[in-house]
């Protein structure tokens, strides 16, 4: 799902696809965690929606929101905002100091997903970790 979102909407490629997965595929080994936590939107089998919170990689009291993407036919319908509003319950009752999330420059629902949630601009830089140079930004939200 991000390969095809990202492939169209930002020219991303084999690079991109693999950071992804890789990073999914090692998240997932570590879900019988309970600070680590997926949620899904499926319909009749296929996965329209996802998000996690990653409550380890960042360190103590840092939740990571990672792989947050809702299907285009799920798009200004409140998906997004379900998913996120999940994810953000959750950090909250378990008690996370920070959320911490990575985008890119572009992604304008997305980002005012994060900030009506309280997520604010941190950092900016250009990175190719993509494939093609985006302006990376990091944004943080502190516990509510």
């Known amino acids: 799902m991000h390969a095809l979102f990202y492939s169209r909407k ?14 999914l595929a090692e998240f997932c080994g570590r879900l019988n965690k309970r600070i680590n ?11 329209l929606g996802s998000v996690a919170i990653d409550g380890e990689d960042l360190g103590s009291d840092i939740a990571h929101l990672r792989w947050f993407i809702v299907d285009d036919s799920l798009r200004g319908r409140g998906a997004g905002s379900r998913l996120l509003d999940a994810a953000l ?38 990175g190719t970790q993509w494939g093609s140079q ?4 990091r944004f943080v939200r502190m516990r509510q």
Do not use: K
């Open 89 to 126: 319950d959750f950090v909250d009752s378990n008690g996370f100091r920070e959320t911490h999330l990575w985008t890119f420059s572009g992604l304008d629902a997305a980002r005012y997903l994060y900030e009506s949630r309280g997520f604010v601009l941190m950092e900016e830089r250009s």
């Open 37 to 47: 936590q997926i949620w899904a939107i499926v319909c009749r089998g296929q996965i």
């Open 10 to 23: 930002s020219g991303f490629g084999q690079p991109f696809e693999s950071v992804v997965a890789g990073g």
């Open 134 to 137: 985006v302006l990376e930004q």
